[in-house]
T-cell receptor
Framework: GQNIDQPTEMTATEGAIVQINCTYQ??????LFWYQQHAGEAPTFLSY??LDGLEEKGRFSSFLSRSKGYSYLLLKELQMKDSASYLC?????????????WGLGTSLAVNP | DAMVIQNPRYQVTQFGKPVTLSCSQT?????MYWYQQKSSQAPKLLFH???????NEADTPDNFQSRRPNTSFCFLDIRSPGLGDAAMYLC???????????FGPGTRLTVL
């Protein structure tokens, strides 16, 4: 089967650093995505990893280890507006399959 | 600005009364997706189009149909909405050679 696991909830303090983990078991692998979703709004793209290593984009970084089926999203200098759900999604098959397999999301609460 | 537009943002219908949700895009993307998302759940892919090629998910109920009359527009028809169909419906677009999906703001459907 295909499965993506991430913690349900996390809490952090404004200005701190938080790491949200994601592990996956899929029949194939063709990239991993992180999306941010505020309550009642659509997901917005944060990052994409297809090769092992760290991708940095401003306050957000994403890491991938394909051999371990593991990724994390690192958020630095947390702001109140970062309170949202963070969704990990994997493109499980190459070729013509353009579908994403989604995790349930991690709800992050940033406290003052 | 190039974007994905969904109308209406909020839709109320009665049990069993057909309803149509619309999505349009100015990105000229080949692929258009329809997702259903219920509270605290991951987006669930209903179907997607690659150009005019329609791809239905195996577990999408027959109650859900879709039309894509041209590149810019895509419609989701729910023939006989049940109470369990109340959800956020997300439209997304993508390019074959690009992995990111661009989401519209969603339509929140209420079934009375």
């Amino acid at each position: 089967g295909q499965n993506i696991d991430q913690p349900t909830e996390m809490t952090a303090t404004e200005g701190a650093i938080v790491q949200i983990n994601c592990t996956y078991q899929t029949s194939g692998f063709n990239g991993l995505f992180w999306y941010q979703q505020h309550a009642g709004e659509a997901p917005t793209f944060l990052s994409y990893n297809v090769l092992d290593g760290l991708e940095e984009k401003g306050r957000f970084s994403s890491f991938l280890s394909r051999s371990k089926g593991y990724s994390y999203l690192l958020l630095k200098e947390l702001q109140m507006k970062d309170s949202a759900s963070y969704l990990c999604a994997v493109r499980g098959d190459a070729g013509n399959n353009r579908k994403l397999i989604w995790g349930l999301g991690t709800s992050l609460a940033v406290n003052p | 600005d190039a974007m994905v537009i969904q109308n209406p943002r909020y839709q109320v219908t009665q049990f069993g009364k057909p309803v149509t949700l619309s999505c349009s895009q100015t990105l000229n993307h080949n692929v258009m997706y329809w997702y259903q998302q219920k509270s605290s759940q991951a987006p669930k892919l209903l179907f997607h189009y690659y150009d005019k090629d329609f791809n239905n998910e195996a577990d999408t109920p027959d109650n859900f149909q879709s039309r894509r009359p041209n590149t810019s527009f895509c419609f989701l028809d729910i023939r006989s909405p049940g109470l369990g169909d109340a959800a956020m419906y997300l439209c997304a677009t993508g390019v074959r050679t690009n992995n990111e999906q661009f989401f519209g703001p969603g339509t929140r459907l209420t079934v009375l």
